[in-house]
Structure formats: C-alpha cells, structure tokens
C-alpha cells in the first residue's frame, strides 16, 4: 500500500475528528469543506514526522486544531451566532424537540459564545482527550488547562440555560 | 440539557455520515496559513522589484535629463541602490528560509514565527523608507524635466518656483511614503501579527491556577 493511500484510509478512519473541528470553527457549511481540505493538507504535509508510537488521533487532533485556529480565509460577512443556530436546526422537525440533533445543535450553539482556544479545549475534553493530552496538544500547562475548563463549563451551562430558557 | 450529558451526547455522534476524504492532498485556495500567504507575499514581492528594476532601469536611461555624463552618474547612484537591495533581499531569503522550516503546531512554533516576523517586520520597514528615499531624487529629476518645458513656455523662474513648493512638497511626498508602507505592511504582514498575537495572548492568559 503507498504512503498517500495508507494516510488517506487513517484519515478516513479519523475523518469524524475533521468533520467536528470544522464545524466548531466555521460557520458557513461550504467554507467548511474547505477547512478539511486544508486541514487533510496540512496532516499529509507534516506526515512524515509522525511516528507510530503515538497515536494516529492524538498526532490529527494536534494539527488539525491548530490549522483551524490560524487559518485564515478572505472575510464574507459572519452570521450572527442566532444565524447559524437558526441554519443548524432548521431542518429539524419541531416535534423533535428533545431528539439528539437538537442537543447537539445546542452544543454547537454553544460553541459559538466561546474563544478560539477555549473552543480547543473544549472539543478535546468532549472527545475524551485527558488533560495531560489536552495541555501537550495546545502548549499549555495542565493546571491552566483544568483553571480554563473550569471557567468554559460554567459559560456553557449558562448558554445552554439561556438557550432553553428562550425556547420556553 | 445537563452538563454532564453533554460529553455522552458528543460522544454518540456518529461520523458516518460523514463523506469520506477523498485524494485531494493540495492546499486549500479559501483556508490559508499565514506562512503560505506570507511566502505568497514575498515571491510576489521579488519579482514586482526585479521588474521595477529593469522598467526604471530602462526608462531613466531614456530620458533626457539622464544623458550624456548624467548617465554613468545616473548608473553609480543605482548600481549603489541594488547593492544594497540585494543585502536586503538576502535577509528576505533567510526570513523564507526559516518560515518555510517551521509549522505552526504547537505554541513554541508560533512563537517562532511571531519573533522572526516581528524583526522581518522592521527590516522591510527600513527597507522601503530607505528604497523611498533613494527613489525621491530620481523621480523629481525626472519630473523636473517634464515641467521644465512648461515652465520655458510659460516664462516661469524655476528657482523661485522651487524654493516656494519645495518644503511642502517633499513633505507631502513623504506622507504619502509614510502611509503607502504602513498600509502596505499592515496589510501583508502586520495583519498575521497582529491575529497570532491575538492568539498567544489568549493563551498566555494569567490564569488563577489556584480555582
């Protein structure tokens, strides 16, 4: 099996990991394939320093997060968070209210309110990642990675309350 | 929605929905890094100079005011002006080199690359301010040639005519130097400092690690 066809089957294996990160950062679903684009470029660029010792998801959490963070792409005008809440849920019936889309639109939704690098942290956290991973990925100190958790748990809970409390 | 549901209801996402990734190993045209655009920048930058040299090269040496012993003077004044181009532009290269080397991964690259951007930075300042001030003689010799013909029909004295505009208008030129570089420089490098900053400042964020 050639090198680009083995990344290609790991990434396709991971491709979740991409499909969340862009839509974490990127708001406009047609920029976001654009994200993974340059996100699946920026891993097959640095593939070679990757060693198989680690994890293939751990090394694809590191880079594509980071991608995301820096990149930069010529400005349409940003929807308003309400915007982009609105365009997530849409096609979701109203009797499903309750049903798994709708919470993790609410998730999504709640993305929107937080920092770029708060955004990192928390996507990680929800993958899993342990903290120790969480700090190694981003360059931060563990305690600073647990202070920051800390404080994006409690904004979460209070944009999801506020989030429900509208739709009552 | 509690809280800590929303980690299992992450967690239950499922990707295969997802579409698979297809071969498409190029770089995105839409989503850049700011190395690539910076890199973009300057290959750009090299051939705009190595062009303007050859055009000024040529049209100077076709003008009037340039001919005869003008010329070789003319030719000392912009072979100095290379020389010291190329001393710049080897600078640039190195600033390629490095930039082209490091990947922004982790928080150590982008500090890297916020500290060789930041003295690239004030090179290319020096730079232009320096290219600007070289250029000046030679385009208001060129464009006292062009208005020395009105000036003859007009019957106009160029001394006096000089020494009234002369003080506003070099600086008028040099304002609009002034501001044609730092818009220039804002808007090819200053703009990815300015976004990484914004980035390790958030990262660098004095936290309270006792909470």
């Known amino acids: 099996m050639s090198k680009e066809q083995s990344f290609l089957d790991q990434i396709n294996q991971h491709r979740g990991i991409l499909y969340k990160i862009a839509r974490i950062y990127v708001d406009d679903p047609e920029d976001r394939a654009d994200l993974i684009q340059e996100m699946t470029y920026q891993v097959w660029r640095s593939y070679d320093s990757f060693k198989s010792q680690s994890l293939f998801s751990t090394y694809l959490y590191r ?9 930069f792409k010529k400005e349409k005008r940003r929807m308003t968070t309400e915007e982009s809440f609105y365009i997530e ?6 009797d499903d209210e309750n049903s798994k889309e709708i919470q993790l639109s609410k998730i999504y ?36 990675v647990r202070v920051r958790f800390h404080r994006i748990k409690e904004k979460i809970k209070s944009i999801i ?7 009552n | 929605m509690k809280i800590d549901n929303i980690q299992e209801i992450w967690q239950s996402e499922s990707n295969n929905q997802d579409q698979p990734i297809l071969n498409q190993l190029s770089a995105s045209e839409k989503f850049q890094n700011p190395i690539r655009k910076i890199k973009r920048n300057m290959i750009f930058e090299f051939v705009c100079y190595l062009l303007s040299f050859f055009l000024i090269l040529k049209v100077v040496a076709r003008n009037e005011a340039f001919l005869n012993e003008k010329l070789s003077n003319y030719y000392i004044v912009f072979a100095v002006q290379g020389m010291v181009c190329l001393a710049f ?3 640039f290269y190195l600033f390629y080199k490095t930039i082209s080397k490091v990947q922004l991964t982790t928080l150590k690259n982008l500090v890297i690359f916020r500290y060789e951007l930041k003295i ?44 009234s505009i002369a003080p506003s208008g070099i600086l008028i030129t040099f304002f609009f130097i002034f501001l044609f570089t730092e818009l220039y420089l804002y808007t090819s490098y200053g703009i990815y400092i300015k976004r990484v900053d914004k980035i390790l400042k958030e990262m660098e964020d004095q936290v309270d690690e006792n909470v």
Do not use: M
């Open chain 1, 63 to 71: 880079i594509c997060l980071n991608t995301a963070i820096l990149s």
């Open chain 1, 89 to 94: 849920t849409e096609h979701i019936l109203q």
């Open chain 1, 161 to 167: 309350s506020k989030t429900e409390e509208n739709e």
């Open chain 2, 120 to 163: 690239a930075l004030h090179i290319y300042r020096i730079y232009c301010y320096l290219f600007a001030i070289i250029a000046l003689p030679i385009i208001l010799v060129i464009l006292f040639q062009i208005g020395q013909i009105s000036f003859e029909i007009n019957n106009i004295d160029i001394v006096k005519w000089l020494v």
């Open chain 2, 89 to 91: 532009f080897y600078q």
């Open chain 1, 109 to 144: 939704y709640a993305f929107k309110h937080l920092t770029e690098i708060e955004k990192a942290i928390l996507f990680q956290y929800l993958e899993g990642l342990p903290h120790s991973d969480i700090s190694r990925n981003l360059g931060l100190s563990e305690v600073n």
